[in-house]
């Protein structure tokens, strides 16, 4: 097992710590038990085991609940045992579309709505008898409409406002598309988590060959909304940024969103360079692909696109016709989110895995430690980068 960063463990924990998974978040939660059981056992090796370090250090902190549905496609949730005490952390992906039910005799996907629903389900079973309630909701559920032009809804700001007086404390969420949503909810705490010491490791790891300087590499934000979260990667990496403005039509509506007509491009020469393309998501995957085009067509090397989610909501095949076509040479998307086996298995795909990150932060917050240290990583990629022969400055 690797070594846990700090001293935390020394600290008391807030309480018993329990670890839920929605629907969908089964394989995601059992590793991040996998990681936590190993650290803690490892802790508590020659030190005399009392009957609170019994309870510090047990087998799983997994809880087993599930959801009970009616043909009628009413549900409720069930835990199995007793919360009462516990410090609990929800796992729960919204956007897994292989959770599936039966309504009036006929199979269903699951919704964001349906999964937003099992969350509220289980915290209702949860009784209020938990010490302390957590969600970790990787990718925030309605998040893409956080604010308002003319009458529209609200969803993202009324959904963070519900779970809060469910009594929910904490909202783990990785790099949402705007943070500032959490205004919405000013007495609650929500940590919007940038997943990027994983990208920049996947990368390293799986371009071997990359040349991380100026004069080779460069970093791209496909839109002026993710500047912030590339001049990190820039800065980091002590390489150029450039961006792409999108020019959209305001005159008309298409699956909920104005047309992009053009993207238009503002940075230096990217001639013989390769590009790394950082965003939040890839959603139906038409934006990733216009920019690559359009970085081939300015003479762009190779083409690499990071992005924390990856919802491929059009299919798979467009994206294959593009790197068939040479626009792009990878795609990393972290794995917190449900992946059809058709995806994992494309030449194209590097899936980043993102449980050992999460089994740190649950460790950490169980222990009321702060996760100022996580949320930077700064360091970590500098260590990383010294490690793997690169020649920083």
Known sequence: MAENPGDYQEAVPHGQLGIIALPGCERMARQVDAYITGWRKDFLKGRPKGDILRQYARDSYLIDAHIDRFATGEAKAVITQSVRGYDLFLLCDCFNYGVTYKMYGREYPSSPDDHFANLKRVISAAAGKERRLTVIMPMLYEGRQHWRSARESLDSAMALQEL????????????????????????????????????????????????????????????EGGMKRSIFYSHVLGVDLGMFYKRRDYSRVVDGRNPIMAHEFLGANVEGKDVVVVDDMISSGDSAIDVCGKLKELGAERVFFCAAFGLFSSGLARMDAAYKAGLFDKIFTGDMLYAPPELLERPWYVSVRMSKYIAYLVDTLNHDMSISKLLNPADRIQRLLVERGYRLG
Do not use: S, W
């Open 164 to 223: 809060e007086r469910l009594g929910v404390r904490n909202i783990i969420t990785f790099d949402a598309h705007d943070p500032r949503v959490q205004n919405a909810i000013p007495n609650c705490g929500f940590e919007n988590v940038p997943p990027i010491y994983q990208m920049i490791k996947a990368i390293v790891n799986n371009v071997p060959d990359l040349n991380i300087d100026k004069d080779h590499l460069m970093i791209i934000t496909p839109d």
